[in-house]
């Protein structure tokens, strides 16, 4: 403990949202800071870098109208979240200030924006079925509890329509439902109205950090951190069941980017910074459920992948460390199927455990690989069609495409409708016995 | 040792501190946070720090150990967990609740178990350095306990110990432990390393039969996300024929490993009947803990590894995914300022990389026993390019590189090892071995599989052209077979009766498919159609 504040005017260097202080004595990592402009508006920063008594701010807000006389106070305490069963309900910004008009609530306790990591000697085993109402997702790639299943979309592409229908339809196997925390990471107006709507329609109450488009870039960077000490308190503390929707990760690896040019840090991959995997990974893996402890954390995290490409750096570490992902089809929407997903390369790692007897049915993962196996061999004679013709093909390979395309339009396909798991699965295995394909 | 902290970057804390030598561990803050000299530079040394750096104050105290990073070794290190550093996952868990935070003084083995010592040497006896004075049983497995240095023996005790207390003292009054430590990054001593030649089994068909391991060797599989290796690491960690496991979890999925501990507990050895879990070591540092000791994590396991490897063992050491630990070193190396190689990965990938591999072999121990240590890891390349310098490094130097096909993984062909693109250089010596005490056919089958694959790959190349309508009778013929050798031999179900495959069922298997292959063969030979062909295969085979 300090016994007094320490307060500097000694700042060297602005550029960006960083912050050279000089002759610093006995700081932290990770130390908050207030920063008084010259006109009196002070904003928060977070210690970066020490180096001797040179210290690296990282400004969250506006640095413009900042002068080297600026003043910035130590508080000789790391960032830590407020926490409280009222934070339901209400709407904060990246700094986890109330945007909703209201009055701050009185935190129950405070936690650290970071979180700590799961000790994997307690963690539960991810096995309770969670119905999403598309039968895409719930038959054939089955999120369950505790997991965390990524959207692949692309520019373009309904990811938020998919992400409002599972806010909406998601139901827990004993028929609960879950408390949404609903992060949005550098979103249109437009974006942020539309999930605003969707979220107003849950039961059961949601969470909101908002960073819109125009919003300080290092919020981004905040936002999700403050997002999920809220998710894990809500859960681990209060047993709830918890949904993370984070919308659009692509916009906090450019954030991530951003900073890490500024700070001049060697560039990776399409100059994303090396320790990207890191970063992502202490997002994502907050996610699980603990054992002897009734709440969990399920994330949804949405990714844009930049010119439709799996192998980016972002979808790419996604996939790398969440069990699994939902990818949409440019080609499936623009035949007007909803929900958009190519089956064939989206996975659920963790199906295995929340399928079949005392979870959904007995014969749930043979129709799902039938219906895997056969739409695999239609989307492959499909490819054959484009250069033999459908004329020069055998019978049997013609089945295949009518299957290939009857499995899209009807199994795939259900529009807006929610379907509970019974129906999603007879749709299948009614596809299944109209073309003689039923699974032994 | 003392000195005091004056710069931090992430994990990387500069201190003034004098008296440490390079590789020393330190202890750096109030909160005692476990740390390495990288480098020192006049004054000040460059410590990497295992554990989060947030809160940490310059100014804060740096306490050098006077020894380098260790591993304690010694009965009770079976069936438990421990993160990159050793720590005790259970313990620490029942000491500060279900998340991870920094708690100091709980030693890796549990000091007050109960073990029985059976002396081999008396009180009065002569014993040289590294001479077995007696032994503590650990289930199925036997810890030698050894002087440390020569002298006389005052004192050996028998029958209940603990691991707190000495079982024997010299006759100076110098206590010798039935636990040791020892630096993670020295390779333990052996009397000669031998030329691996016994096949490792694995049960799993594709890598039996075609791309096969031996005990001592090693093997790297590469693949995309979504393409199964954690899968197969885990599959392989169940059935492989090995004494004891050791599985890393290297910066993977902590949902998995939860599952991978489950699995572990509820299934049986099927040699010993025993849980699995009785004979594996799990090491693990999910993606989200320090990545400072994700780098030391595989070298905390290895030098378990060659500690059981010691007592004459077969161990087979499973790491997931090394890729993890390369990146792990790219970050530090980064936040050291160091001159950047390819891709932003340090220059010395490639000879850390090999030096770890080296570390496997089969050896004849000090104590002239035969033990081997075993390196399967797997490999995820950035965007599933196998151009990327992990996986080019790794290539090098192992012996065995099993491709994972993002393709066939869509098609749900698992395990998805690409059978024209993987090789293994022990297979010369091992299918020896399999045609002498399996079936005599083996060599000759391999060879026969591998010939009719290739065939098909350049036929189906054909087919797509002029369709399978179009091809001859005997072409037809071999893309059936081909078909049947890759649904039915190559691919195989991890969570079924078929996980495990013995070598002799796997040459039944494929015997019976190429013997089926030849009499249709023969009777197109004879001048039936294929229809009848394949009718008199049917009835032949009834």
Redesign the interface.
């Known amino acids: 403990m300090r016994l007094s504040e320490h307060r500097y005017r000694t700042v060297a260097s602005v550029g960006g949202p960083l912050l050279f202080v000089e002759g610093v004595?006995?700081?932290?990592?990770?130390?908050m800071v207030r920063i008084i402009y010259p006109d009196g508006t002070a904003v928060a920063g977070e210690v970066l870098?020490?180096?001797?008594q040179t210290v690296l701010i990282q400004v969250f807000g506006e640095t413009a109208g900042i002068d080297l006389g600026a003043e910035v106070i130590f508080s000789d305490a790391?960032r830590r979240a407020p926490l409280s069963r009222s934070m339901v309900g209400r709407v904060f910004n990246g700094s986890f200030e109330p945007i909703d008009g209201l009055p701050m609530f009185i935190p129950e306790q405070w936690g650290g924006v970071?979180?700590?990591?799961?000790?994997?000697?307690?963690?539960?085993?991810?096995e309770e079925f969670i119905e999403t109402g598309f039968t895409a997702i719930d038959t054939l790639n089955t999120l369950v509890k505790?997991?965390k299943l990524p959207i692949f979309s692309c520019a373009g592409l309904p990811s938020r329509e998919v992400a409002a229908g599972i806010l909406r339809n998601a139901r827990l196997a004993g028929g609960g439902e879950f408390v949404v925390v609903f992060v949005a990471l550098g979103l249109t107006h437009h974006d942020y109205s539309f999930y605003m709507d969707a979220l107003q329609e849950m039961h059961t109450g949601f969470v909101a950090f908002v960073n819109r488009a125009d919003e300080p870039v290092v919020e981004r960077l905040l936002a999700p951190r403050f997002g999920l000490a809220c998710a894990e308190y809500l859960a681990?503390s209060c047993g709830m069941d918890v949904l993370v929707v984070v919308t659009d990760i692509t916009n906090y690896c450019d954030a991530l980017r951003e900073v890490s040019t500024a700070r001049e840090?060697?560039?990776?991959?399409r100059g994303y910074p090396?320790?990207m995997?890191?970063d992502l990974?202490?997002l994502?893996?907050?996610?699980?459920r603990?054992?002897g402890?009734a709440g969990s954390v399920t994330m949804l995290p949405v990714v844009t992948m930049p010119e439709d490409d799996i192998?980016?750096?972002i979808p790419?570490?996604t996939?790398?460390?969440t069990?699994?992902?939902i990818v949409l089809s440019r080609e499936l929407h623009q035949r007007g199927v909803f929900p958009p997903v190519d089956v064939?390369?989206s996975?659920s790692?963790?199906m295995?455990?929340g399928i079949g007897p005392g979870h959904t049915r007995d014969d749930h993962r043979r129709i799902a690989?039938a219906l895997?196996?056969h739409y695999?061999k239609g989307r492959?004679v499909r490819g054959?069609e484009a250069?033999?013709g459908r004329e020069?093909?055998?019978e049997a390979d013609r089945v295949m495409l009518d299957f290939a395309d009857a499995f899209e339009a009807e199994v795939i396909g259900q529009g807006e409708a929610r379907r509970g798991i019974g129906a999603s699965l007879d749709a299948g295995l009614a596809l299944l016995k109209r073309f003689s394909l039923e699974p032994p | 040792m003392d000195g005091r902290i004056?710069?931090?970057?992430?994990p990387t804390v500069?201190a003034k501190v004098g008296g440490v030598k390079l590789c020393d561990m330190v202890l750096v803050g109030h909160a005692g946070l476990v740390g390495e000299v990288v480098r020192l530079a006049g004054e000040q040394a460059i410590v990497q720090v295992y554990e989060?750096?947030?809160?940490?104050?310059?100014?804060e105290p740096v306490v050098g150990t006077g020894g380098q990073l260790t591993v304690t070794l010694g009965p009770g290190l079976v069936s438990t967990?421990y993160d990159g550093l050793q720590r005790p996952?259970?313990r620490?868990?029942a000491a500060v609740?279900?998340?991870?935070?920094p708690c100091r003084d709980i030693p890796p083995l549990d000091t007050a178990a109960e073990w029985r010592f059976e002396p081999d040497r008396k009180a009065g006896d002569e014993v040289g350095a590294g001479e077995v004075i007696g032994r503590i049983r650990e289930g199925a497995f036997v810890h030698l306990i050894t002087a440390p240095v020569p002298g006389r023996l005052g004192e050996v005790r028998s029958g209940r110990c603990t691991l707190a207390e000495p079982v024997a003292r010299y006759a100076d009054g110098c206590g010798i432990f039935a636990l040791q430590k020892w630096p993670v990054r020295r390779p333990r001593p052996f009397r000669r390393k031998l030329p691996p030649v016994l096949p490792l089994v694995t049960g799993q068909r594709v890598i039996d039969f075609l791309f096969p391991l031996v005990r001592g060797g090693t093997a790297i599989f590469p693949g995309?996300?979504?393409t199964g290796k954690?899968i197969l690491e885990q599959t392989i960690a169940k059935f492989a024929d090995a004494d004891l496991v050791v599985y890393v979890?290297c910066?993977e999925?902590?949902?998995?490993?939860?599952?991978l501990?489950?699995e572990f507990r509820t299934l049986k050895d099927q040699r010993t009947g025993a849980s699995l879990l009785f004979r594996t070591i799990v090491v693990?540092n999910?993606?989200?803990?320090p990545?400072a000791a994700r780098e030391a994590s595989i070298y905390t396991a290895v030098t378990i590894a060659e500690y059981y490897r010691d007592l004459g063992l077969h161990v087979l050491l499973l790491a997931d995914s090394i890729s993890?630990w390369g990146?792990?070193l790219?970050?530090i190396s980064?936040s050291l300022e160091e001159m950047?190689g390819e891709?932003?990965y340090p220059t010395y990938l490639s000879s850390r990389l090999a030096a770890f591999f080296e570390r496997a072999g089969a050896v004849e121990t000090l104590n002239g026993a035969i033990g081997s240590l075993t390196m399967i890891l797997s490999v995820?390349p950035?965007?599933?390019?196998f151009s990327e310098p992990v996986t080019q490094a790794c290539l090098r130097t192992t012996g065995v590189f099993l491709m994972l096909d993002a393709a066939l993984a869509?098609?749900?062909h698992y395990p998805a090892i690409n059978w024209a693109q993987s090789y293994s250089l022990y297979a010369a010596g091992v299918t020896g071995h399999f045609t002498a005490r399996v079936a005599p056919a083996w060599g000759e089958m391999q060879q026969r599989c591998r010939e009719l694959l290739q065939r098909e790959e350049t036929l189906r190349e054909v087919a797509?052209?002029v369709?399978?309508?179009g091809l001859q009778d005997g072409d037809r013929l071999l893309m059936m077979t081909t078909e049947r050798i890759r649904n039915e031999f190559l691919c195989q179900n991890a969570?079924g009766d078929d996980a495990f495959c013995a070598p002799e069922r796997t040459a039944a298997k494929m015997g019976a498919i190429l013997a089926l292959y030849d009499r249709a063969e023969a009777g197109l030979k004879q001048g039936l159609s294929l229809d009848e062909a394949l009718v008199s295969r049917v009835a032949s085979t009834l």
């Open positions: 004595v006995n700081c932290r990592m990770g130390e870098k020490i180096s001797g790391v970071n979180g700590l990591p799961i000790n994997p000697t307690a963690r539960a085993c991810p505790g997991q681990f840090e060697l560039p990776g991959r090396g320790y995997y890191s990974a202490s994502y893996e907050r996610a699980g603990i054992q402890t192998t980016h750096p790419d570490l996939g790398y460390i069990e699994g992902q064939l390369p996975l790692r963790l295995q455990r690989d895997y196996r695999a492959y054959l250069v033999v020069g093909m055998v | 004056t710069g931090i970057s992430g500069t989060n750096t947030l809160g940490l104050g310059v100014g967990m996952l259970e620490v868990r609740g279900p998340f991870i935070r995309g996300f979504g954690t979890g910066g999925r902590g949902n998995e490993m939860a599952e501990l489950e693990v999910t993606s989200n803990m990545v993890r990146e792990a790219r970050e980064s950047p891709e932003g995820s950035p965007g599933g390019d869509h098609s749900r797509e052209i369709g399978a309508e969570y």
